[in-house]
């Protein structure tokens, strides 16, 4: 059984309107006066997979913190089409480059997001069943979550994320220290997740990955929007030098 | 040297004939301790994630007079307890004062500093931690608060045990709240007190063999069983 399917009768009914676009404008982050991000502005719309790339340092994570409301930024603001704050904040996911797993077993940690997004107790083991074998996690089903290995534990936050179907799923560079094979996992379950509508925001520093997952790319350095393009004009013809010297690999920090 | 000896032997029966009149004490401090524990771990395990994870105005005041709480002297505790529960005092209508009721209040009281600053510690450890993840899946820090306390329940032994080893360890407070009453209110370490004040050696020695075989039991328990459960759980 499909998660839709398995969520058909009812888990998710309250949370059927969309929250895209998501508009920022104006986003600055200056703890202590250092400006960190720096009147960053744009659109996200539902659809393509944005890839956020750019340079160690360059703000990436910041900004998607600041999106996703871990972060509060210094001025500027981050809308939702939805008014609905607890609806926008249970619509959004987003998964780490270290997974945090609680200490308990593989399905109790995506029992406990569930609850927290109030899906009915009798509901949940359906929903746990299907995002464990979809993500070939059911195996692991009763293992404590911190025995998994590193691969496994970053596409059990991805089982857990995709549980809780979110409509926007921000991801700081997941695969970052995963070999290839474990990368290729969970860029398999990012793309079948955005295959079944949700919208993929995903911090990379690597090229590579933003051309195999991108439909566009917003390019980012030193606490600045550099660029926000398609992927196809963004790997072809770079508009500014920064972007260009770092496909490169030349551009410094 | 004879006196010790004697007094060692003599003890050693009591306890091998599990004498009425030791077992009644041991049983009474048991349960007026673990009582006091139990009280204790119920304000002090929430009352301290609180401390860890809200953020007001003389946070700051509170965690160090919660921390310096943790040294209140047992007499002290037990002489305001008496002037509350004392028949001119504002709960004394309860008639509370000289039972074991009185006792677990006094010991509950020196026992959840402990706990809580403990605890608070321990959470905010956490915390650091899970912050984040917690705050992205809708968890703010109240809802926060019983997952924390779950996923630290193999730290947070040792802060209950240590709260366990305050109670069953003190003297001053049960003595001036209960009144060491024969059959009542007479607990391990009132009775010790007593019965050395009277030279009766042999059941002073053999209480104070039970209390710390007790202490060290509970101790190598729940050390075998959080190592066990740490190595499971990661």
Known sequence: ?253 | MNDISDAFQAALHLLMSFDAGLMEIVGLSLQVSFSAVAVAALIGLPLGAALALFKFPGRGTLIVMLNALMGLPPVVVGLIVYLILSRAGPLGVLGLLFTPTAMIIAQAILVTPIIAALTRQVVADLWVEYAEQMKSLGAGPLRAIPALLYDARFTLVTAVLAGFGRASAEVGAVMIVGGNIDHVTRVMTTAIALEVSKGDLALALGLGIVLISLSLAINAATHAIKHRAEAQWV
């Open chain 1, 1 to 253: 059984m499909g998660l839709v399917a398995a969520n058909q009768t009812s888990p998710h009914s309250t949370l059927k309107s969309g929250i895209l676009p998501m508009k920022a404008r104006g986003l600055c982050y200056a703890p202590d006066g250092d400006e960190l991000i720096r009147d960053v502005s744009f659109e996200l719309q539902a659809g393509p997979k944005t890839m956020i790339l750019g340079p160690n340092g360059a703000g990436k994570s910041l900004l998607l913190r600041l999106c996703h409301g871990l972060l509060k930024p210094s001025s500027g603001h981050v809308t939702w089409a939805s008014a609905n704050t607890s609806q926008t904040q249970k619509r959004q996911a987003m998964v780490f480059q270290r997974p945090v797993l609680l200490r308990r077993s593989v399905a109790d940690n995506i029992d406990y997001a569930l609850k927290l997004h109030d899906i009915a107790k009798a509901d949940r083991p359906v929903i746990i069943d299907d995002v464990l074998n979809r993500t070939g996690l059911a195996r692991f089903k009763v293992t404590p979550a911190r025995r998994l290995s590193g691969g496994e534990q970053q596409k059990l936050a991805l089982a857990r994320a995709w549980a809780c179907r979110p409509e926007v799923l921000f991801l700081d560079e997941p695969t970052a220290s995963l070999d290839p094979a474990a990368t290729h996992a969970v860029e398999d379950i990012v793309q079948t997740m955005h295959d079944e509508g949700t919208c993929i925001v995903m911090v990379t520093h690597d090229i590579n990955q933003a051309k195999r997952l991108g439909d566009d790319v917003m390019f980012m350095h030193k606490g600045q929007l550099l660029e926000h393009a398609s992927a196809e004009n963004f790997f072809n013809k770079p508009e500014s030098g920064e972007a260009a010297a770092f496909l490169k690999g030349e551009l410094r920090w």
